[in-house]
């Protein structure tokens, strides 16, 4: 110890700077969804680095997430809960760290004006990402409430950002998307209008999950990741336009149009997420686990106990 403390007053003396401890190098694959903005107001505004990250923030589809995972090129990712539970049945081994945010009304179906409920949906086309995401477990789970399933309709694979895209072209009859894609299609009523969100249907929480290996390896940086998403709240709430701004400009956005988007759902601190594992997660992913058995995503019911790390949040 006296060696390095000597060998560090040396350096200073000589004029020659000290080395920083490295950054930990972490990936974490996201999409544009407002409820994952934290995370790159995180990245831009330096508070990561602060930590001792050095992350790096990759758009990668839903669909293709797992995939990245798998082959080392994420260490961490950002997805709904119930993706999680089928990834993990798939092979691709994670645990949930912290969660991100809950939607009241910022995921959605939008349908032509002809489609006044649910169940006149039967027979039409609706455009939502690929088994396995969380849109296309959106639509499963409206269905089911009214007595329906995804064989009742023909699915359009489409991407959030794509699907609303095509229906405010005139394609397809209904859609499911999210924010910020969903106020495209709240802002032209003549094109169609909100059939279901998630303020009638709360089911899209989300959370950063990560590898057991990553984990092991990296505690710290875990730990680290939770308190830089915690502190870009923090940093919302007492710069809301500067931060608005910052997480705007990533999806195209102003800072006024990213809090419209905003405002249709709930980032959770860290009281919020002490008490989502308390409770909520475990509900949650029970009843999720039964109807991704159902829909044959998955062939067993998971274990929930093994499906989150909270240390990270306690």
């Known amino acids: ?7 560090a007053a040396l350096a200073l003396s000589l004029g020659f700077a000290v080395p920083a401890m490295a950054a930990t190098s972490v990936a974490i694959g996201i999409s544009g969804w407002t409820g994952f903005a934290p995370l790159t107001l995180a990245k831009v505004a330096g508070i990561f680095e602060k930590h001792g990250l050095d992350v790096t923030l990759k758009k990668v589809p839903q669909a293709t997430r797992p995939l990245a995972i798998a082959s080392g090129d994420l260490q ?4 709904t809960v119930e993706t999680w539970l089928v990834w993990n049945a798939n092979g691709v ?3 949930q760290i912290f969660q991100l945010d809950k939607s009241y009304g910022a995921d959605g179906i939008v349908a032509r004006a ?12 609706v455009a939502a990402s690929a088994p396995g995401t969380s849109p296309f477990f959106m639509l499963a789970w409206v269905l089911a409430k009214s007595g329906l399933t995804t064989k009742d309709v023909t699915v359009v694979n489409l991407e959030p950002d794509a699907a609303a895209q095509a229906f405010l072209a005139g394609q397809n ?7 910020p894609y969903l106020s495209a299609v709240r802002d032209k009523p003549d094109q169609g209008h909100i059939l279901a969100t998630t303020l009638d249907y709360p089911m899209v929480l989300d959370t950063v999950g990560c590898t057991p290996a990553f984990l092991d390896a ?3 940086a875990a730990k680290a990741l939770a308190d830089s998403y915690f502190e870009a709240l923090d940093m919302i709430k007492a710069s809301p336009d500067k931060a608005n ?3 705007g400009a990533d999806v195209k956005q102003s ?3 990213f809090a419209d988007s905003a405002k249709y759902l709930l980032w959770a601190d860290k009281d919020d997420n002490k008490k989502f594992f308390n409770d909520e997660f475990q509900s949650f992913s029970k009843t999720a686990g039964d109807l991704l058995l159902q829909m044959g995503l998955i062939k067993s019911a998971p274990d929930v106990s093994t499906l989150a790390d909270t240390r990270f949040v306690n």
């Open 1 to 7: 110890m006296k060696k390095t403390l000597f060998g």
């Open 76 to 79: 961490c990712a950002a997805t």
């Open 93 to 95: 081994a994670a645990k």
């Open 114 to 125: 002809d489609i006044k409920t649910v169940t006149d949906l039967k027979g039409k086309r």
């Open 173 to 179: 009859d209904a859609a499911v998307s999210y924010e």
């Open 218 to 220: 990296h505690p710290d």
């Open 245 to 247: 701004a910052l997480m």
């Open 255 to 257: 800072a006024a149009e």
